[in-house]
DNA sequence: GTCTGTCCGTGGTCTGACCAGTTTAGGCAG
DNA sequence: CTGCCTAAACTGGTCAGACCACGGACAGAC
């Protein structure tokens, strides 16, 4: 059957919005596929009805929603989602709250916890061997703060990639930039110390076990319990630097 | 041979693109707070050494992030961060991806059994009272789809907002909307049966209870099994309407 | 055959004008 | 003097046409 689409004259929908909303929602309902190439500006514009500038006020909004990839001398393309503009658009949604990073991580425990409880249910046996290389990986990078915090950071996104949910995933990437801006300079201030590092190993390998026997009340036991130590490290160092014990001057006391 | 100098040693900021980041990072600084107005776009545009065009091009950009308010005639306020914006930013990094109701439910449980625990430690007398009357309005709208489901909604966005965090309840509200969409006709299914119910709202009751109780474990466990029952519901109903009972043939069975 | 320079199509920008809502200030009537 | 009503001066919204800058493709020279 035939439908005739049309773009009846509601309350001013304002030219640009109605070519904005025009791309979008062809790229909800799956017209525009990642990769395709859309038409030059000026044909775009006249196909539409509009002038090239409100067409190029569209698409540059979409451009910066991350929809759109327009290359100089190339043309517009459509680009696959990403998670990118999600963590943007967070990070100006928290921007005027205090205390981001402690929220942010809640956020993070919330995500890791259900995945990983998904995990244990939905994980298919190459999810289980890649998490054991990076368990691995972890191991042999204890003594470099930096590619240690990477190994880290990949075994937790093994780990909610294995819940096997676009959800959680998608979220988790969204945070992941906040997470980042606490994560390595944390990690920068307990690597050196053997007890801790140890210890992180030891909660990871928990967590691995825990998953790989299917368990999930377990599994998220050890987790929080491996959140809670950070959490711990976190207080004492805080009461550490407000002691003012100046025996370790390597970190600011911002 | 004159060799002008040329203002731009960067790498192709384009335009727009300068003034679009020159914009957010005030946002993000504090320096423009929610409320504030901008100057006028011929000065606006003076000002950063642009053309009216691209300076049109940013504004829109912020203006579809939800950042900007624009209105005719009157000029382009600051709004304040919006949810409502990551919740489009979210449904549309999950468009391609199949089952998405599914899986934005784990986000749900996700972040309010995350909630609920923080909730546990910090929520204030107000918050349990405020949690109190929509349980109490639950019970009174038990025969109503609309009601019912909007205080059952209303009860799950008070527990969360008892957590006292920000980024899960920005989070929770993003997920909103997905979530609206399986929710209602869910629920309208199953709202004539008794049995389910007042089953509903004895859960949401000892979640409550739990939650009054300041036991987090507890709180969870019954907000778990809560969910539990919605998806147990959802699979049986999945199971008959597969089974062509064909008594009730209100839903489409698409 | 490869390299290189030119050409063409693309997005990027500018200018200047005009249209359309909104506010406001001034003039006119009471 | 007070009140309303109109018109001017804002504001954003749109348009047209032109030109620049970048990238690739083709054709010519080596």
Redesign the interface.
């Known amino acids: 059957m035939l439908e005739i689409v049309r773009q009846d004259a509601e309350e001013?929908p304002?030219g640009?919005d109605r070519v904005?909303t025009f791309f979008?929602d062809r790229?909800?309902s799956?017209d525009l596929k990642?990769g395709d190439r859309l038409l030059g500006e000026r044909e775009l514009a006249l196909a539409l009805g509009v002038s090239r500038?409100v067409l190029?006020?569209?698409l540059?909004?979409l451009?910066?929603?991350g929809?759109l990839d327009i290359r100089?001398g190339r043309g517009a393309y459509v680009r696959?989602?990403?998670?990118s503009?999600?963590g943007q658009?967070?990070?100006?949604?928290?921007?005027?709250?205090p205390n981001?990073l402690d929220?942010?991580l809640?956020?993070r425990?919330?995500?890791e916890?259900?995945?990983i409880r998904?995990a244990c249910m939905r994980a298919g046996e190459r999810d289980l061997q890649t998490i054991a290389v990076l368990l691995d990986t972890l191991v042999d990078s204890l003594d470099d703060p930096e590619r240690g915090g990477s190994a880290d950071y990949d075994f937790h996104v093994a780990l909610v990639r294995a819940?096997g949910?676009?959800?959680?995933m998608?979220?988790y990437e969204a945070?992941s930039p906040l997470l980042m801006q606490s994560h390595v300079e944390r990690r920068r201030d307990t690597f050196r110390e053997p007890a801790i590092t140890s210890g992180l190993v030891e909660a990871h390998r928990q967590v691995f076990l825990a998953l790989a026997q299917r368990d999930p009340d377990e599994a998220e036991r050890r987790l929080r319990a491996h959140f809670a130590i950070g959490d711990d490290l976190r207080r004492k160092n805080l009461i550490s630097t407000y002691q003012a014990s100046t025996q370790q001057t390597r970190g600011k006391t911002s």
């Open positions: 001013t304002s640009a904005f979008r790229l909800l799956g990642a500038p190029r006020e569209a540059r909004s451009a910066m929603l929809l100089h696959s989602a990403d998670a503009v999600l658009a967070l990070t100006l949604c928290l921007a005027p709250e981001i929220d942010v809640q956020a425990i919330a995500i916890c259900q995945a998904l819940s949910s676009q959800a959680l998608k979220i945070i």
